[in-house]
């Protein structure tokens, strides 16, 4: 299965303009010295709510994803860690109402790179290989730190960019259980942003912390490279911060997920999934994805 694990943290992350995302088997162990790399497509449409000052009404978005990834593992003592790299381009097209007439924004380019290091710090067998899928029951622990790296198409002249001209750092707590076919997980995180000092309007724009959880039920099959995810996933918080004024925005959002691999061969896979993004507060997006993804391990 591992195979197939970075296509679909590859396309779900990146198929939203916000860092909160789904990642099943995040912490499923993969033999030191492994390298994964993978690439991705998502199209996505949803319906977005914004503040009522901006006078924006009826606003669509709808938009094209593509990206690719990396992943390596190595030894850190007789501990696995582990690398990841994803780099987004995106197309994407917002449509509406501004003060009562049409109007639309299209943007196009790079979105900012997320760059991640995890470590298992517990339930491994060995520094140097995977447990066998489907045949034992286990509990892993991990911790990991992500940090996105801005360099994403930004104007300060936009409110709608594919970068956001700061970064963030997401410390993550995971814990995974393996009985047989069957595989249970859960990863706590918190998103800590940076300042955007250069934000729309000549503002300068802060956030308070985003906290989210997430779980996922994993299924692999007695066919080897083939599993079905079903996950769901809850953030709050994250309230912005305009010139020192609270906006009263903070997030409520909820997250589901179902995801399908297959095999190409003995070192290839392919994967599609369905994402389904909600608000439960007067601000925010409603998006539905569509992804599918390549993946190959050597």
């Given at each position: 299965m591992y195979r197939s694990l970075a296509i679909?943290?590859?396309?779900?992350?990146?198929?939203?303009?916000?860092a909160q995302d789904l990642e099943p088997r995040r912490w499923t162990a993969l033999p030191a010295g492994v390298n994964v790399v993978a690439a991705g497509y998502v199209g996505l449409q949803g319906d977005v709510i914004f503040d009522p000052a901006l006078k924006i009404e009826g606003a669509e978005v709808s938009g094209h994803v593509v990206a690719v990834s990396y992943v390596r593992s190595f030894k850190i003592g007789n501990k696995l860690g582990r690398f990841d790299a994803v780099v987004p381009w995106q197309n994407m097209r917002w449509e509406g109402l501004l003060d009562g007439a049409p109007a639309t924004a299209e943007r196009v380019g790079l979105a900012d790179p997320i760059l991640r290091f995890s470590i298992l710090l517990a339930g491994v067998p060995a520094a140097d290989g995977a447990q066998d899928e489907g045949k034992k029951s286990n509990t892993?622990?991990?911790v990991a730190i992500a940090v996105s790296v801005p360099v994403g198409e930004y104007s300060s002249a936009s409110l709608l960019n594919l970068g956001q001209n700061r970064g963030f750092v997401r410390p993550q707590l995971g814990v995974l259980h393996t009985r047989g076919k069957w595989s249970y997980e859960l990863t706590g995180s918190t998103f800590i942003y940076g300042e955007n000092d250069d934000f729309f309007g000549d503002v300068k724009l802060k956030q308070d912390p985003l906290y989210a959880i997430q779980g996922h039920v994993i299924r692999v099959f007695d066919k080897p490279?083939?599993?079905?995810?079903?996950?769901?996933?809850?953030?709050?918080?994250g309230e912005?911060?305009?010139?020192?004024?609270?906006?009263?925005?903070?997030?409520?959002?909820?997250?589901?997920?179902?995801?399908?691999?297959?095999?190409?061969?003995?070192?290839q896979g392919i994967s599609f999934a369905y994402l389904r993004d909600r608000t439960k507060t007067d601000n925010g997006a409603n998006v539905d994805s569509l992804a599918v993804g390549w993946s190959m391990i050597f």
């Open positions: 679909f943290a590859l396309l779900v992350s990146t198929a939203q303009a916000a892993i622990f991990g490279g083939y599993w079905v995810a079903l996950s769901t996933g809850y953030g709050w918080k912005t911060i305009v010139n020192g004024t609270r906006s009263g925005d903070s997030q409520k959002r909820w997250l589901s997920s179902l995801a399908y691999g297959i095999p190409l061969g003995k070192n």
